[in-house]
């Protein structure tokens, strides 16, 4: 037996009511994990200020967060809001206006900045009743769940155009939230394609917008070595030209974004694979001029090189966790293009070493992430290392799924931990995979004893390169990257007959015979369901496909609205290609 959420019927009938051409109310996306709402309105002060307290209370980063949101929230009001903040500044005496909330207060009870895996990202936010305060509340334990609060709490602000104010609807409110995943993140693959820095700035300002925490930065591949790496400077001679680089300090100021905006960048270094762009600048790291990856694992000279690259990395990234790659690595004694099997000197150096190159392909791996730990860094790889030699795997090694369905299950069940992007659902590139198919993948999908589920750590949409550059790369990541990140409500195949007739009740005038359908349908015997949720962020809960479209779709809709007005270019939701325009007029809720 379950319950019927009141949250989920009200945005039902809310659902309805845009369709009736009523004004739409804020949604939240992601969802929180608990919260509760009323039916006010609060008016919010353009000069709204921030107080705070506790340990971390004083913090830079909560300040700059402050101002940011503030600039967001009260972005339509122009000049003229701009011009009132000042002028009370100034003269804190004059009275403007009267507004409901005009403070707003922030305990952060630790003072410890530490930005790694597992970090406490909770929060509590309470929005008061009319008339009780003046002062909206937000209480963190770290600064990052502050971060978060203060996302929701510009969510639930919205620009009313007929008084030209701010405004907070369903007042009150108390949220208590938390994510349901550590790790929740965005791949981006900058050597297919080269992205301006300011993009990848902006690509991180729009992941915190959804609560994702962890840029995924494949800098580097077969196609191009775009990075500075000062220990090896010819390197970067593989990038596709002199103007498509990140130097040393570009990759700084890109990581200085995580502390700002709660999110971590992991670096890769894709090996033995993917690395033919080395040799444009060290030619003796390719087997040989006709035959160029994966490297030449014969060399102790490729391990000092990579050794070198990681060295230079780890004064750049202080994230914990430093992706190896390890996919799609050819090892195989039929096919010419198979470089260690098919180079002479390579090949003699198998057979002194008694290996074959399936175990030169274990070696490699293995040395690589024996560097790794010696820097202080947990590896992670692509699932092909632990489909090929799980047992010898670092024990601390976490398994990157990429490939299709099922391997999470066999990789917590050997007790290795687990990232989830499983390319049929969650590769961006994919752009006939529909925002409900990225909404209702489930990352734990076939695990269900709760010490397995644990050591999946989160999930990745990935943004592969191939057919993405600076032109359309935001509109293909956003929206469908936000259907990986919130949560949906419980529903069911009955739940929505119920729900179906209660509104036609509603729309017709007969509010007691709809609230009676609601009250008296609420209760009943759970039949099969499948799991959806906004995945990485909010808890797991439960509906059927039917409904995706009335409790996700309007939210998700006003979401990319929202990442819109924001200046985030983000594509209609409901195309049956990704990142297309429009394909007539219509409002952006309906897209």
Known sequence: MFVLKPACFFLILVSFAVGQGSEPLTYLWP???????????????PALTLSVAGNGGSSAILRAAFDRYRRIVFSHAGYGFAFIRKLREQLP?????????VSLNVTVHSDDEELQLGVDESYTLVVPKSGESSQVTIE????YGSLRGLETFSQLCSFDYTTKTVKIYKAPWSIQDKPRFAFRGLMLDTSRHYYPINVIKQIIEAMSYAKLNVLHWHIID????PLEVPTYPKLWKGSYTKWERYTVEDAY?????????????????????????WGAGYPDLWPSPSCREPLDVSKAY?????????????????????????D???????????CWTSTPHVKEWLQNQNMTAKDAYQYFVLKAQEIAVSKNWTPVNWEETFNT???????ETIVHNWWGPGVCPKVVAKGFRCIFSNQGVWYLDHLDVPWDVVYTAEPLEGIHTASEQELVIGGEVCMWGETADTSNVQQTIWPRAAAAAGRACLADAKLFNILATSLVHWIKGEKQAGLAQLLHGSRFPEPPRIHNTERLWSQRDSTTPQNVTLTALPRLQNFRCLLNKRGVPAAPVTNFYARRAPVGPGSCYDQ
Request: proline share 5%; glycine share 8%.
């Open 31 to 45: 969802l929180p994990a608990q919260f509760t709402s009323g039916d006010g309105a609060l008016s919010v002060d």
């Open 93 to 101: 005496l004059l009275s403007v206006a009267q507004y409901d909330v």
């Open 140 to 143: 963190a334990n770290t600064v």
């Open 222 to 225: 077969e196609e191009s070595f």
């Open 253 to 277: 100021e890109i990581v200085n974004q995580k502390a700002e905006k709660g999110i971590n960048v992991m670096p890769e270094v894709d090996v033995p694979g993917h690395a033919e762009s």
């Open 302 to 326: 490729t391990f000092d090189v990579i050794s070198g690259i990681l060295t230079d990395m780890r004064k750049i990234f202080p994230f914990e966790l430093f992706h190896l790659g390890g």
């Open 328 to 338: 799609e690595v050819h090892t195989g004694t039929t096919d010419t293009s198979y």
């Open 389 to 395: 030699f799980a047992s010898k795997l670092h024990p």
